[in-house]
């Protein structure tokens, strides 16, 4: 068996009842096999980033796997795809999105996958929750950076 990688997995969503479906898909992961959640960031309140439709809810986890990036990667649009996510354009609003922001050291350049995720350290919705269960992953740069994207705690973790 592998050993376990730490990773960690951005969630946003906006069509349906958002905060429902990002806790159910947080209680999914948890019980895929090979996974483990660590940490649950708290859910926050952002309007979209190169997209439309309504604010999104958005949260980080960070999770421990026995599972390749690709097969990590497969669970999650598995998870999507039962949330009822569908791709009808880029950015288009959705019900699950979820993202593998890192995946222990690793850089991982292909067509289905890039780590560590090409635009993390550009949005508050990921950067915010990621400083608030890996405060080490994310400098005050990095923060001040976005400072100017509107973001919104709605749950405590």
Known sequence: MRPPVTAYIALGGNLGEPGAV???????????????????????????VGSDGPDYVNAVVEIQTVLTAPALLAQLQKLERMAGRERSYRNAPRTLDMDVLTYGDACVDSEALVIPHPRMTERAFVLVPLAEIAPWRVGAAQLHAVSGQIITRVTER
Not at 29 to 45: D, E, F, K, W
């Open 22 to 48: 990002l806790v159910q898909a947080m209680e999914q992961l948890a019980a895929t096999n090979g996974v483990t959640v660590i940490r649950r960031s708290s859910l926050y309140r952002t309007a979209p």
